[in-house]
């Protein structure tokens, strides 16, 4: 062995080692145990959140492979739509580029390329943090099969009449000019304004003149339709029914009365604008009022507003619209008002909320079987403090919004049909006749029509990704959705749950009747030393790469699993990812000494000699730990079970066994006592690579490989101590 362990020369030629093997391919004996690897977004380079994931998933794999399971860890990458779509425009930003410069299909091009590229990368680099996945079945979401599997299910919603075109108010980013679901969005705590406005009453021979609207929005009062009181608000129950006079644009509104309207707020009496609100909406959909848009996809008020404001954003018409209000004495007064608003998770832009006919999926049906299930533990969460917030989420859910107005992505499958003389434009209007299909339709069994437009929306990402466990494993080998359905573990960040978790469970068990996998472990976001989120802004990020270049993919993967569980952050700093630097140090110069003093012909087999009692400790200490381990690691335990090995190698084996060892070797008793201290040496360090390598798999191969009497061709085949 050399004196010193050279990470950066022996990680790559274990890994060849391992592939060359075909261990990672599931062996045709033993009980099944799958797990479908979360598909990392294919547009940037893994982070530490992928380093711990995929080590926790390894850890699984290895410590299941060496028991004697046939086991299957599926890779895969996420197209990521939305996700993608961003990081790409950023790039064009900077070389003074816009999507909207580009058509269709060149921009779609332009990203598969992207794409293609840092899918790439990223199986490189789970390569090198030793991920032991059967590559050979490797998916990707826009891989033809796996998009057939989708259009399936979009299919088998609509038969079943889950899924809807309809009109709603959606959560829109003006920016990147997609609709996004109540997931994408963040709340903001601002400090803003409320304005008290006067609107005067039409008829002339009320008392009161004029009633007063508190908002917080008085640009979107161009598109108001409604002035709303609460129906058992006294004050103005003899106004319900009244008209008033709409400020600036003259035109005549009702006041109508609903009981949603908070009599607390403001005065009482409140504007409606069904297209920019969403109770506002609810309110005019039950009032039968009409919609008016006035802010367009781009944030600017339209050209349906007086010509003042055309074009204005929304800050502009805002200030334009006071100083106009402040001129004809019709604004009462303002009050700073904190409140809070919604903006786009990715850009920070404030949501424009628009009436859009969107796809949507009817999730109560789906959810209440997905709660079924949780219930009756046919997937168990590790953390019942998940377990409890996705139940409150899964009982308060709201239909899903399944259509992005972006490019990159899984097209709907629908296909609008053109009668007559219909303008394209118009094709997309309520109870059109749509036809869904894969390709392009001859002709609409219900019109008759020849002529059709293909829908432009995509797919939201996790209406396909919600499907991978079950399209993996249907699009794979020839019995692999046999074999290895319904999966034994999904472990995935905490931050996924509901974006992904939960609707893996709904759409697995709608498609398979099955849930999708058993158990559920949720690990925990990676923060800086000082327990600090990490991000680009703070200069605190981590590249995962970078420590691995460094200081070795051990050293990582097991600072990563210090401190991991399901309930809380995993905090990392410089500081632990040393220490376990030292521990690979240790680990390699412990093994050193011991095959030193086994030499080259060393046989375990022919050795007779009875055991000290100092051997007998130790093995009992190994046997203990063994234990230990394996039902930490079966009760997902990854921090304890680290924990116990590394005591045990470090102050058991090394600071105990070896120093007593090194006196009975090199001033033997008797020839049967140094015979002995040889054995209980090797059968010590042969039980801790075993126990080590599913946490540190490098070192612990690059070590096996030196042993002079190894049982196997690998460590990576080696059976679990019992």
Known sequence: ???????NQLEEKIYQLWEKGGYFQPQERGAPFCIIMPPPNANEALHLGHGVGSTIQDILTRYHRMNGFSTLWIPGFDHAGFETQTVFEKKLEKKGQSRFQFDRDTLY???WDYVAENKDLAKNQLKRLGASC??????????????????????????????????????????????????????????GKLWYIKYKLKAKSLKLKAIVVATTRPET??????????????????????????????????????????????TGAVKITPAHDQLDFEIAQRKKLKIFEIIGEDGKMTDVVPEKYQKLNTSQARELILEDLRKQNLLEKEEDYKHTVKTCYKCGR??????????????????????????????KFVSKKYEKVFMHWMKNIRDWNISRQIVWGIRIPVWYCLSGEAEQSEAKTDNVCYVISDKKPKRCPKCGTTEFIPETDTFDT???????????????????????????VMETGWDILFFWVARMIMLGLYRTDQVPFRTVYLHGLVRDKDKQKMSKSKGNVINPLAVVDQHGADALRMALVFGSTSDSDIVLGEDKIVAQRKFVTKIWNASRFVLTQLGDNFNPSKINAPHSKEDNWVLKELDKTTKKVSQNIEQYKFHEAAQAIYRFFWHAFCDRCIENTKVRIKRPKNPDDQTAAQLTLYNVLLGSLKLLHPFMP??????YQKLPHKPKKALVAESWPT
Not at 136 to 157: A, C, G, H, M, N
Not at 481 to 488: G, L
Request: hydrophobic content about 40%.
């Open 462 to 488: 996790w209406f396909s990704s919600g499907q991978w466990p079950f399209a993996t494993l249907q699009t794979g080998e020839k019995n692999d959705f046999k074999t290895f359905y319904p999966t034994a």
């Open 1 to 7: 062995m050399d004196k010193i362990y050279n990470h």
């Open 109 to 111: 091009k332009m990203i």
């Open 221 to 266: 009062m161009l598109g108001d339709m409604a002035v709303a009181v609460n129906p058992d608000d006294k004050r103005y129950q003899n106004l319900i029914g009244q008209k008033v006079i709409l400020p600036i644009v003259n035109r005549e509104i009702p006041i109508v009365a609903d009981k949603e309207i908070d009599m607390e707020f403001g």
């Open 698 to 703: 490098f070192i612990t191969e690059a070590i």
């Open 350 to 379: 404030t949501i424009e909320p628009r009436v859009m006919d969107q796809w949507f999926v009817k999730v109560g049906p789906l959810a209440k079987k997905a709660i079924k299930a949780v219930k009756e533990n046919e997937v």
């Open 134 to 191: 059967d590559w050979s079945r490797q998916k990707f979401t826009l891989d033809p099969e796996i998009i057939e599997v989708v259009y399936d299910t979009f299919k088998k919603l609509h038969r079943d009449g889950l899924v809807y075109r309809g009109q709603r108010i959606v959560n829109w980013c003006p920016r990147h000019q997609t609709s996004l679901s109540e997931l994408e969005t963040k709340n903001k705590e601002e400090a």
